[in-house]
Every structure is written in structure tokens, then in C-alpha cells.
């Protein structure tokens, strides 16, 4: 199976808010005949997914891998981005040559259920209404983006994923499909994640959604409706989630306490350190891609994620009888998602009885170090795609 | 000499456009002819400093301690709180039998410049406009804040302070005084601070400015003028940076993942989590009682806080000759003000050839850790100023 064509859907286009209603990539449309079942107790439809694929499905489709993104990543692994034209996010990891290797493998990635890249979310047009969903959109959690997944990996044909693999709430969906769908995931790689969001994790989800609601412009939700886009709100969400993406040993080799572009203080509230400069830009650029009703509901799926609480309490019944192999990374200076978070994983698997690797990676690079260039990481995970490819003979 | 008689302005309460400009303390007026003189280049006149004192100053003058507040703290160190009516932030530490020993020690504690709890700040009349100051309110730095605490103690008839204490930007103040005073300090006790604000701190600061900023009733900093308060924003500043006062590890013990009331998710965005809830609160309470100028303001104090920078680079150099003894603590979990940054303080100090003692408390309190019961801290603080004052013969 080579990639599907995109699908021009003029009746979405009209009905579009944003940009994010008319996805440059290919889309699953999943009628009222195929509800997604929700935790929440929704049965959603109808509803899509947007996808994007790399590689070629073997004749035996078995080397199908399905990559998880982000919080606010998206199905453009490794490809440019439509709306900022920058390379994918995750470029260093999937391609020719790269652990994810797209010469040998079917690589697939969906913009998550309650995403705005294209998915089905609360930018996107109630069909009962005829306008945005908003707030009234049922919330999402990583279990529905899971099972979205699966039923577009049915769709495509494709029954049993050689592999899952994603970082941070990527790695959250990797663990997810282990439990739900042991029997078609052969290999997983859960990145810089956890099994249940924490306390602190929490907290700081919970700052962002506040400064998103406390935006006017955001307009109880409905901002979509009314021709607003809360975008100082998701601004300063974006600036306060950024801050801890990075250790404070990556902010200080980047920026220090250097001034912007002088030797001394203004004595203003200007930017006038490099450290502010960046993330006034890293917030601004934010809102011009991602939906603020979208960073509500992605943020709340995560805080709602604990894979133990969904097993009884016990995390390793969530594993229990898993014939899938794992491969577990974490990063020295990720303090967002500690390497502890990752060891609880690996004890659960271990209890289970699961094959499981471990490797923590010597990063200075904080929790973002699973999406830039860290050698060790692509060897560990290289290494692993490798045994695991022969174990399946592919 | 006990603490004098609160003073009445009913100029200034006339003008009051806040309850800041009341202040339930005393208050230590100057004139234009006692102008403060800032880094920023602006002689500040007139000005005054609201403070409290606490025991009484011994006849020699040989037994005043300096306390110096925190970010959001102020004066009240040992007595309720005009506003919230809650007691002293500091109870633990000041006070009949504590560390700080009002029975044998003047304690005083001053209202930083900039503040809003009746010290000149943004939220005062500006004498030439005769409306809030607002952002024309010349930014302050520690060291204007030193400069101003130094002549409201000579103003007290305190020449030599037998000990400067404080925690956060209480302890940088401490580190400011015995650099710039080092004759009128005899013993220096900087608590969970640092000689320079990180990136990462500067970076969460800014994301506070700017979730005030981005509030429309914020209005360029002229809401006072135009009968508005930015409360919205202040309280994300205040939510996002009440995170990282506290660990990980003691939000997970308080607060873990329970729900707030149940047992179960609501799917929706209403405070579904104990910790949601707590920082709602938080965030609330703060508003009632802090000036949003000021924050911009008190928060910038930090960013530019660098006493390396002050004395061309080289931190020992800020305390070459000194005579003071130096007690420095720090604790295992506080990652804002990490241990390493105390260290680099002792390294310092020993370079200088100053007399020095550092402890490194356990606790997994997080940043807040010196406000709170910390038996450790109180012991280890009681021994220092203990020996300083059989040292100094009082």
C-alpha cells in the first residue's frame, strides 16, 4: 500500500472556522454507523481523523509503525508543515536511514481525536448545530485517541502495528494501545512519558487552561462562533508550558541572563532578556497553529490519564500477559516527566512479565530531548526497531 | 527604643486608590530632600517605607535584626495580616522564643520599595501627576530596595544590624546588603536565595508579566486610573508561579490525583482535581491582596538581581574584606532556588576569606520550605544566631 491521495471534502472546506478544518493530508471519515465509543459515555459520530503516511505497507503488513505525537504536535511527523513550513517534528527519528526507518517501514501518524490539524475536535462543526462544537465537544482521553487510532489502522488495513512508538503524550497513547490492544502491537516505545499524569503536571496544565479561559477573546468557548481567537491567553499558556519543555541547564547554555541585543537592562518591562525574547516568540507563533479549545482538551485528556486507576489500581494488570516487547526511554535532566515515572513503567512490566529495556539517556536537553538531536537516543532506539524487525522477520 | 505609634496621613489616604496606600503599620516618610537613589538613574522623592518592629532595641543599639520579605510578602512578618487577617508569614521564625528571639532581638521589617502594602510603589500617587504612578514608576532593582531599607535603619537610629535575615528575594536582599553595607552587617543569613536569577526563573517570571499584561483590565498599567483591577491575569501569574514554590513530591503527598468532592471525572473542565481546586484558590485569594503593578515590578527586581555582574563579574569580589559572619541554608527539594545556587554563594564567600556555615536542610517541601515547620531549619538558624550574639556580647 503506498499513501492514499488527500481527499478533498468541499462541504468541510465550506463549514471550515480554521485553517485546521481543511488538513493537508489524508483523512479517514468514520460515518454515523461508526460511532467512537468515548469514555465520557459519547458515542461520537460522525467523526475523521487526518493522517499523514511515509513508506510502503509490505504485502504481509507487517511493518506497519504508528507514531503517537505530542500535546501540540500533529500528524506531520516528517514532512513540512503546512501552516508554519517548517520540517516535521519529528524528522530526526522517521525518514531513510533514520531508526524509524521509512525504507523499511509503513509509518503512519494522526492528529489526535480532539486535535485541530484536521481531526475531529472542538473547532471542528457539530453536525447537529451546524456550528463549532466549542466546549460542548465530549472530552477527550488518551484511551479515545487510542481506540480512534485503531479503528484507522483498521481501516487501512492494517491489523497488527510492528510497532508504537511516541514521546512524552505520544508515549502516553504507546502505553495505552499495549493495554487495550496487546495482540496488535508488537513492539512498543513509550518516550519521555508516564503511566498517569502527576500532581505537578497537572498544576501546570491547569495554569494554562486558566490563562486560556481567563482571555475575553476566548469567549466562555465560543470564540469561534463570534469571530475571536483568545490568542494572548494560549499566548502565555504556551510560554508557561515551553518553560517546562527545557531544563534550567539547556535555558542557561542557550540564553543565561544575556541581554537582548545590548549590554545592560532597559529598565522596562521590555523583552530585555534573550530568555524573554524567545518565549514572547515561542507564544505568538504557537496561536497562529493550534486552537485554544484544542490545548483545553488535549491538556485535560493527559491529566485524565492513568493507566493503573483503568487496571484496578495495579499498573502491571494492565500488562499482564502482554506478548509485546517494550523499550523504555527516559532523559537524565527531563524533569517534567523524571525518569522515576519511567522506572514505574518498567517495574509494572517487569511484574508482568513483559520483555522491557530500559534506557536512560544523559541529556542536559530537559523533556524536550525526545524531539531533538540526541545520538544516544536514536542508537538505543535504533538498535531496538533493528532486534525487533528480525525477531519478526521483516 | 519600642516600635513607635502608627502615623495617620489623611493626604495620603485621601489619595489612596487601593489598600495599599493605607498601610496598617508605621511609615517612614522622606522628603525631597532624602531622595532614594535608584540603579535606574531616577532620585526618588519623596518616598517612604511602611514597616513593623517586633521587641525592643537594646540601649547599646546593638541588637536590631533586619528581616527582609519575600516576592509577595511584606511587613507583617509576625503579626496578622490587615488584609486577610491571617498571621504573620513569618510566625514561625520571629518571635518570642523563635530563632529570631523578639524577646531579645529589635526585629524590624520594612515593606520593599516598589511594594503595595504602604511602601512607595507603582500603585502610589506620583506628587507630580497626583494619579498612580503606574509603569512610570521607575524600576527598582534589590539593590534600591537595600538602599531604602539602609536609610529607613538609620532613620530608626540603627547604624550596625546585628543580623539581616530573609528567605528568596529576602535572602538576595541579605546577600545585597552585606555586599553593599558590609560595615553595618554583622551577621548575614541568606535562606533558600541566589546571587543571580536564573534563565529559568527570569522565564517564569516573564510568564507571569505577561498573563497580567495580556488581561484587557490590565490597560497599560493605568487600571487604578480607570477603576479597574487585572485579577484574571494576576491570579494565572499567581497559580503558575504557586508551582513552582512547591515540589513535586509535596504536591503529590497534599494533593496526588484525587478528586476534588468525588471519585471520579467529571468530563468537563470544572476543577475536577484537589490541586485544580487549590490553585484556584490561590490564585483568587492573591488578587485580594497584592497590586499587579507591583508584581511586574518586584518580579523584574529579581530578573535583573545578578551581584556577580554588580562587582565586574566576580561574585567574591562582592563580599572582598568583608567582617560579617555568614550562615547560609538551602533545601534537597527546592528546584527554584536549587542547593547549587547557595553553593556557589559559599564558594564565594570562602574565596573572600569570609566566615561562613552552610546547611543543607532535608525536606521535601519544595522552594516554600523556609516559611514552613522545618524543625532542622529553626535548630540550625537558632544555633548561628545564637553564637553571633554571644559573639557580639548581647
Known sequence: MTAPAPIADSTLAREARNQADEPQSHVARFGRDEPLMMDCGTALAPWQLAYQTYGTLNADRTNAILVCHALTGDQHVANDHPVTGKPGWWTSFVGPGRPLD????????????????????????????????????????????VRAQAMLMSRLGVEDLFCVAGGSMGGMQVLEWAALYPHRVFAAMPIAASARHSAQNIAFHEVGRQAVMADPDWRGGRYLEEGA????GLAVARMGAHVTYLSESALHRKFGRRFQGRDAPTFSFDADFQIESYLR?????????????????VTRAMDYFDLADEHGGKLADAFRGTRSRFFVMSFTSDWLFPTEESRAVVRALNAAGASVSFVEVESDKGHDAFLLDEPDMFAAAKGFIDGAAAARGI
Open 102 to 145: 521509512t525504507d523499511r517501514f509503513f509509518v503512519v501518524c494522526a492528529n489526535v481525536i480532539g486535535g485541530c490539524m484536521g481531526s475531529t475536535g472542538p473547532a471542528s462543526t457539530n453536525p447537529d448545530t451546524g456550528a463549532p462544537w466549542g466546549l460542548d465537544f465530549p472530552l477527550v482521553t488518551i484511551r479515545d485517541m
Open 229 to 232: 481567537r483568545p490568542r494572548k
Open 281 to 297: 516568540h515561542q507564544g505568538i507563533t504557537f496561536v497562529e497553529r493550534f486552537d485554544a479549545n484544542s490545548y483545553l482538551y
